[in-house]
T-cell receptor, first 109, second 119 residues
């Protein structure tokens, strides 16, 4: 089966740093995606990791450890507009994405 | 860029009626399109994978006779919810896949979603 877990909700203050974790157990692995989704909107692509290590892209960074089945998304210098759901998704192959439970992040002033 | 549109963006219908949702890739050809369903405060659940010119592949637990998928061209896939009931009320999102040599993975581009409410 496929199992991708994330914390349900997180809160943080503006300007802070937050780390959203994702653990996965899937039947195949060809990479891990992070998406941002605002309420009522489609997910937007943030990052893709297929090799172990840290990928940095501006205020957002994503880390992957394939041996541990673990990834995290790091958001720095939080802004109010970062309040959204963050979805971890594993690309299992055959173009199929399996999404995690999603983490709702609330950024407060 | 790669833009995917969905129509309608929202629909309210009576129980027992059928609703068709269109998904279009506007500036690229998508041999594969995906249909997801998302209930409130939950993540996206893949319903089916649709390949142009062939039958869709449905995920376990998704009724193929209730959720009819047609992928008639490289830019259009449709999802028809037949005999809709209140429990079918959900946010339906499509995505279009594009194989690109520019990146190392098969990209999926998501549509803006369709909010279905069945009364």
């Amino acid at each position: 089966g496929q199992n991708i877990d994330q914390p349900t909700e997180m809160t943080a203050t503006e300007g802070a740093i937050v780390q959203i974790n994702c653990t996965y157990q899937t039947s195949g692995f060809n990479g891990l995606f992070w998406y941002q989704q605002h309420a009522g909107e489609a997910p937007t692509f943030l990052s893709y990791n297929v090799l172990d290590g840290l990928e940095e892209k501006g205020r957002f960074s994503s880390f992957l450890s394939r041996s541990k089945g673990y990834s995290y998304l790091l958001l720095k210098e939080l802004q109010m507009k970062d309040s959204a759901s963050y979805l971890c998704a594993v690309y299992t192959g055959f173009q199929k994405l399996v999404f995690g439970t999603g983490t709702r992040l609330l950024v407060s002033p | 860029g790669a833009v995917v549109s969905q129509h309608p963006s929202w629909v309210i219908c009576k129980s027992g009626t059928s609703v068709k949702i269109e998904c279009r890739s506007l500036d690229f050809q998508a041999t594969t399109m995906f249909w997801y369903r998302q209930f409130p405060k939950q993540s996206l659940m893949l319903m089916a994978t649709s390949n142009e010119g062939s039958k869709a592949t449905y995920e376990q637990g998704v009724e193929k006779d209730k959720f009819l998928i047609n992928h008639a061209s490289l830019t259009l896939s449709t999802l028809t919810v037949t005999s809709a009931h209140p429990e079918d009320s959900s946010f339906y999102i499509c995505s279009a896949g594009r194989t690109s040599g520019r990146v190392s993975y098969n990209e999926q581009f998501f549509g803006p979603g369709t909010r279905l409410t069945v009364l």
